[in-house]
């Protein structure tokens, strides 16, 4: 998985930054991946914040396997681990809408972050995704 997400993020984006964040092997993390044929193809992880908070991030999926709904049925599957508890995530501005599609909203100013523009976003308890 940490492949996958250099290949995605580093290399195909051209984004130097330290993914190896230390956050991968708390206790609270989850991993959650698709595999074809024994390979992950997609992949996400999920982190539990100060508070309870659930962060979804990390997102990614491999350039040949796109369009597939890998990780459309990953970002549900969070949200399902995620229960009632109030979900973030930061955002390539791009994907607003397609994170709009879970119930997720804007809940602050865009940003960049390795040089690629991001946004925060929100999916607060009894949202439209969670449940």
């Not at 206790?27 to 997609?42: D, K």
């Not at 992880?45 to 997102?59: A, F, K, P, S």
């Not at 890998?70 to 955002?91: I, P």
């Not at 523009?117 to 308890?125: E, F, N, S, T, W």
Request: charged letters at 25%.
């Amino acid at each position: 998985m940490l492949r996958l997400r250099v290949d995605v993020f580093v290399v195909e984006q051209e984004c130097a930054y330290p993914e190896l964040d230390g956050r991968d092997a708390d206790a609270t993390t989850e991993h959650l991946w698709v595999e074809v044929g024994g390979t992950p193809v997609a992949t996400l992880r999920l982190l539990t914040d100060e508070g309870g908070t659930r962060r979804i991030g990390r997102v990614a999926t491999v350039r040949g396997h796109r369009g597939q709904g890998y990780a459309d049925a990953l970002v549900r599957a969070a949200l399902r681990r995620s229960g009632q508890a109030q979900v973030v995530l930061d955002a390539q501005t791009y994907l607003e809408g397609w994170y709009a599609r879970f119930g997720f909203v804007r809940s602050g100013p865009d940003f960049v972050e390795d040089g690629i523009p991001h946004l925060p976003m929100v999916l607060r308890p009894g949202g439209a995704g969670q449940g």
